[in-house]
T-cell receptor
């Protein structure tokens, strides 16, 4: 299978600070990426997506950056709040494999009050 | 609002039992998926379905089967449960190819 990984398994930030969660992918044919948030006891929840024809996409308090040169994806959360505490993981989709997404194992974000 | 429901949040079964996990979506989505989630491994695709009565194997189909008799319902079947099938099982649905997948809350299965 494809490799979708994360640099850090756990990230602790102070409330109000910005958070950056990273993801590396290995397949240069991947052209669609999604970030999910999974709170304890719940299923993954869509946060934001980006296609490979873009370098950056912004949502509400979140920004995803895509660097295709080094096959790297990041999720930036502005003014992190306690409600942001969760596991975040990225998923990639490859052009010739429409229905299959490959998921990373996730980064746990702890927000300290 | 998008909604995917799974029949059980927690299940405890014995080795050799036949196990049914049910998933229902109310969004009229074409595609439905079953994943298992294990610590450190991320989500792994077991099976997916792109239409009623249609199914395709994912990355780890061994020991599982699926059924999709109605558009809104996708069932995962463990024919003879084994301890290595202890896991969190997540169902998802999407409106089409490469569209966002919406997940249910998951079923945590323990096989003794």
């Amino acid at each position: 299978g494809e490799s979708v990984g994360l640099h850090l398994p756990t990230l602790s930030v102070q409330e109000g600070d910005n958070s950056i969660i990273n993801c590396a992918y290995s397949n240069s044919a991947s052209d669609y990426f999604i970030w999910y948030k999974q709170e304890s006891g719940k299923g993954p929840q869509f946060i934001i997506d980006i296609r490979s024809n873009m370098d950056k996409r912004q949502g509400q308090r979140v920004t995803v950056l895509l660097n295709k040169t080094v096959k790297h994806l990041s999720l930036q959360i502005a003014a992190t709040q306690p409600g942001d505490s969760a596991v975040y993981f990225c998923a990639e989709n490859i052009l010739y494999n429409f229905n299959k997404f490959y998921f990373g194992s996730g980064t746990k974000l702890n927000v300290k009050p | 609002d998008v909604k995917v429901t799974q029949s059980s949040r927690y299940l405890v079964k014995r080795t050799g039992e036949k196990v049914f996990l049910e998933c229902v979506q109310d969004m009229d989505h074409e595609n439905m998926f079953w994943y298992r989630q294990d610590p450190g491994l991320g989500l792994r695709l077991i099976y997916f379905s792109y239409d009623v009565k249609m199914k395709e194997k994912g990355d780890i189909p061994e020991g599982y089967s699926v059924s999709r008799e109605k558009k809104e319902r996708f069932s995962l079947i463990l024919e003879s449960a084994s301890t290595n099938q202890t896991s969190m099982y997540l169902c998802a649905s999407s409106s089409g190819q490469r569209e966002t997948q919406y997940f249910g809350p998951g079923t945590r299965l323990l096989v003794l």
